[in-house]
């Protein structure tokens, strides 16, 4: 296995070894990296690296919806997310991206089924729970809010 710079960040990794853990995580890094300046083709290029190898990996897949709404293109931001929800074993983070997105778009109650999605896939994360407690709030109902804040801090 070798890692070589290319620009201060990534060289093609040696043939083969994609099937180890290691190179997914970096890939990951490196497309995160790319984000930070802006690079969006080769970030694009890193989450497809990994997608080759683990093609349900939730945050390649938040990823390339990140690049996409990054990029201006939030309708297809949403619909590569919704793509992906569809398949079985769809986790927590897919659910959340599309909360966050339906939300920013003040799509409520469509947030709102998303947030609900993803504190099922992992009724001990806080984040889709307190989100849950911020769009009932804006909504004026307090108790509602409080007790989804609570929750959701619990777990955060």
Request: proline share 2%; glycine share 8%; charged share 25%.
């Amino acid at each position: 296995f070798f890692f070589q710079a290319e620009d201060g960040i990534r060289d093609k990794l040696v043939t083969g070894v994609q099937t180890c853990a290691l190179p997914i995580f970096l890939n990951l890094q490196v497309a995160r990296a790319y984000i930070a300046k802006n690079d969006f083709a080769k970030a694009q290029a890193a989450y497809e690296d990994v997608l080759k190898v683990d093609a349900r990996s939730e945050k390649a897949i938040v990823g390339v919806a990140e690049i996409k709404q990054k990029q201006g293109d939030i309708n297809g931001a949403l619909t590569y997310l919704a793509q992906h929800a569809k398949n079985e074993g769809t986790g927590r983070e897919v659910f959340a991206a599309l909360g966050e997105l339906t939300a920013t778009l003040e799509r409520t109650s469509e947030a709102e089924g998303w947030f609900t999605k993803a504190a099922a896939a992992d009724p001990y994360w806080g984040r889709p729970l307190y989100r849950l407690g911020q769009l009932a709030a804006a909504k004026g109902d307090r108790s509602a809010a409080d007790g989804f804040m609570q929750i959701g801090r619990a777990y955060v």
